[in-house]
């Protein structure tokens, strides 16, 4: 049973990662662009934590932690820089 | 029995949120409202995919750790953060602080650091315009 609700979690995370792609090329501004990728990185957090259960290890946490920090540090320098021109002042 | 209920229903959650979240940034028609799908649902979709991989971790393979609730708090405290930053780059690109709404209090809208600031800008970019 949690064989086939992993794998119906898994399409479902690579089709959202799909449209979140297809939103970071096709994008009304900058905005929507920066939050495609915010979204992304979360995505992507999610995956990884499905694939750990699919592993049945541990190991993997650490590195979604690692993605969690630098996606939020991205995301508000890329901000940062459309509000302020420059990251740090 | 019933821990493999509640996982597969968890799992089955966090997929439909997050698929929702995503198309939700696809299908909304106003920036705004774009900001609204992602921020939300997405973050309960993987708040849903950690509790799963934490009871797997505990019931089934047999080493419980606290971890994952790690990292939902991180994405629980940062996602406000980048909401609103998200939000103030929206404000600042698209519209000029006289076309917004008033505020209903003496502090304009918050899209730079200071009013002076903002001043000083809009003068710049007023003067560039004529």
New interface residues.
Partial sequence: MIEYALLFAFSCYGLALLMNIYRIIQSPGPGDRILALDTLVINAIALLALFGILEGTTVYFEASMIIAMTGFISTVSFTRFMLRGDIIE | MII??L??AC??I???F??V???G??KLPD?MM??HA??KA??L??GG??V??ML??HFI?G?F?F??L??TL??FL?AP??GN??A???L???HKARDLPPTGTDRPWA??ESDAMREKIEAEQDATAN
């Fill in positions: 493999e209920i996982i597969t799992l089955v966090s997929g439909i997050g698929l979240g995503s198309f940034l696809l920036p774009r900001l992602p921020t997405t973050t979709g993987v995919a950690l799963a991989s797997y971790m393979n080493n750790s971890h994952e790690m990292i991180f994405l940062t953060v980048t930053f998200i103030k780059t929206h600042h690109l698209n899209s730079y």
